[in-house]
């Protein structure tokens, strides 16, 4: 299987609280920087599960930009990374509270800078399906998301979007945000549950089928629903998974949506229905996930 993952590729400036922050004063706990980027975490987990992982994105020409592209491709990931002159390579800050949830502050620089003429037709041949994270089509970023959609498309390939985060989406409103993603024609969209509420309001998350024919809603410990049309009828099913307790759960969104996309494709090549297909994935979503949890990623060598 090829896949193409389109996005940022960042430094993550990790921190994580033993307990509850205080102003004006300190508290104990662990400052680390790893390789960050929603994509290229997706990337990154297509490849350890077996999949011929390539990862679309531009950095800066820095040497943090150079050492995440070493670190994605010790992990047998093909990097085409766009080096633009000017801006450094972006980072993200991500508070981790001691209950394992998350907060970020974006400053993305040269991840947002990729345009369309970066993209080159060759890196489509042959690829079964191109991921997104909806940052991809937002922002400077965005023309360049969306033309690589449109090549995907033209060459028969799948597309999928990942929701992501909903502020930078839903910056515009609900309507605006959801022309974005149906400009992009996915086949299957993953959400969250909190980002498929603050995309659709007061409606059922069936409603994600008007966008594109598959959805995932991502429930962490709870599991995940899949939700599909089959012709004139939809389906819905729950699967549930492991629930651990998890110190810090950056990332494992990302495992999940990359160990989901191997099952589905794997199940679509080995003629199951779409049913079975799709519980496949979501089975082997939650096990990429809970490895995730299990086995984080390692600081990023500087130098």
Not at 40 to 68: E, F, H, K, M, P
Not at 219 to 237: C, E, H, M, Q
Request: proline share 4%.
């Amino acid at each position: 299987m090829r896949v193409l993952v389109l996005g940022d590729l960042v430094l993550d400036v990790v921190l994580q609280a033993a307990q509850p922050i205080q102003s004006s004063t300190d508290v104990p706990g662990r400052v680390e920087i790893r390789q960050g980027g929603s994509a290229a975490n997706a990337a990154r987990w297509l490849a350890r599960l077996g999949v011929r992982s390539q990862l679309v994105c531009a950095i800066g020409r820095d040497g943090a930009g150079r050492s995440l592209v070493a670190q994605l491709r010790r992990d047998s990931v093909e990097v085409r990374a766009v080096r633009i002159a000017g801006h450094r390579t972006g980072r993200i800050g991500v508070l981790v509270a001691p209950s394992g949830e998350r907060s970020f502050v974006a400053d993305r620089r040269a991840a947002t800078r990729m345009t369309p003429d970066d993209l080159k037709a060759e890196w489509f041949d042959g690829i079964q399906l191109i991921h997104l994270p909806a940052y991809s089509l937002l922002e400077e970023l965005g023309p360049a998301g969306l033309a690589a959609t449109r090549l995907a498309h033209g060459a028969g390939s799948l597309v999928t979007i990942d929701v992501s985060s909903t502020a930078p989406l839903l910056a515009e409103g609900r309507r605006s945000a959801l022309a974005v993603i149906e400009a992009a024609a996915p086949d299957l969209l993953f959400a969250t549950g909190n980002e498929a509420r603050a995309l659709l309001g007061a409606r059922r998350d069936d409603a994600l089928l008007e966008v594109a024919p598959i959805a995932v809603v991502k429930r962490g410990r709870k599991g995940a629903t899949v939700l599909a049309r089959d012709g004139r009828r939809s389906l819905r099913f729950e699967v549930a998974t492991t629930s651990i307790r998890a110190a810090d759960t950056t990332g494992a969104g990302d495992a999940f949506s990359a160990g989901f996309l191997h099952g589905w494709l794997d199940g679509r090549r080995k003629g199951l229905t779409q049913s079975a297909a799709l519980q496949r994935g979501a089975l082997a979503g939650n096990r990429a996930a809970l490895r995730h949890i299990s086995s984080p990623l390692p600081e990023l060598p500087l130098g």
